[in-house]
T-cell receptor
Framework: DQQVKQNSPSLSVQEGRISILNCDYT??????FLWYKKYPAEGPTFLIS?????DKNEDGRFTVFLNKSAKHLSLHIVPSQPGDSAVYFC?????????????FGGGTRVLVKP | EAGVTQSPTHLIKTRGQQATLRCSPI?????VYWYQQALGLGLQFLLW???????NRGNFPPRFSGRQFPNYSSELNVNALELEDSALYLC??????????????FGSGTRLTVV
């Protein structure tokens, strides 16, 4: 049972344009959502997060939107830069889950073309 | 500040053997999490250790086990290796009690190849 899904395995975008990454979840107990970025041969690094009490969180070029009724979140990167080329993972946690373990989606590989 | 360190970087084992992977958390972090990233898949939760105890485990068979030492470093053992155990194994650490998920810091992983 895949509780967090990223249905687009890859995304190609022109430098300077917007990248939109999508993520869907099924577990209504999830109340905290995160995006991680991963380069080859490195561990994932935290990018941005959002609590379920909010519907938007912005940090520089990165904005995460949460639609709780649709159990959907998205990450917008504007403008996209070549250094943004990486695999992006959506993750979710539940306050009541022991240790706040993260449940990850399958990842979306983003390629930003110069 | 040193990050999460994992060793070895790469490991090649034969089917049926045992593999031992090691993780040193960030100083001050007491919780260690292990995740498996098989080819083309997302990160699957394996194990969580805190204060030397296994606190939670994911949907993996008992041949995946580990331990946490008094200095909070951790070891992941995989017995009776199968070909499908080939994956990147990631370790993450955080301070226990931190609410937000961004308290996770990941290591660079150990690439295990079973032949």
């Amino acid at each position: 049972d895949q509780q967090v899904k990223q249905n687009s395995p890859s995304l190609s975008v022109q430098e300077g344009r917007i990248s939109i990454l999508n993520c869907d979840y099924t577990n209504s107990m999830f109340d905290y959502f995160l995006w991680y970025k991963k380069y080859p041969a490195e561990g994932p690094t935290f990018l941005i997060s959002i609590s379920s009490i909010k519907d938007k969180n912005e940090d520089g070029r990165f904005t995460v939107f949460l639609n709780k009724s649709a159990k959907h979140l998205s990450l917008h990167i504007v403008p996209s830069q070549p250094g943004d080329s990486a695999v992006y993972f959506c993750a979710a946690s539940a306050r009541m889950a022991a240790g706040n373990k993260l449940t990850f989606g399958g990842g979306t590989r983003v390629l930003v073309k110069p | 500040e040193a990050g999460v360190t994992q060793s070895p970087t790469h490991l090649i084992k034969t089917r049926g053997q045992q593999a031992t992977l090691r993780c040193s958390p960030i100083s001050g972090h007491t919780s260690v999490y292990w995740y498996q990233q098989a080819l083309g898949l997302g990160l699957q939760f394996l194990l969580w250790y805190d204060e030397g105890e296994e606190r939670n485990r994911g949907n993996f068979p008992p041949r995946f086990s580990g331990r946490q030492f008094p200095n909070y470093s951790s070891e992941l053992n995989v017995n009776a290796l199968e070909l499908e155990d080939s994956a990147l194994y990631l370790c993450a650490s955080r301070m226990f009690g931190q609410r937000s998920g961004y308290g996770y810091t990941f290591g660079s992983g150990t690439r295990l190849t079973v032949v």
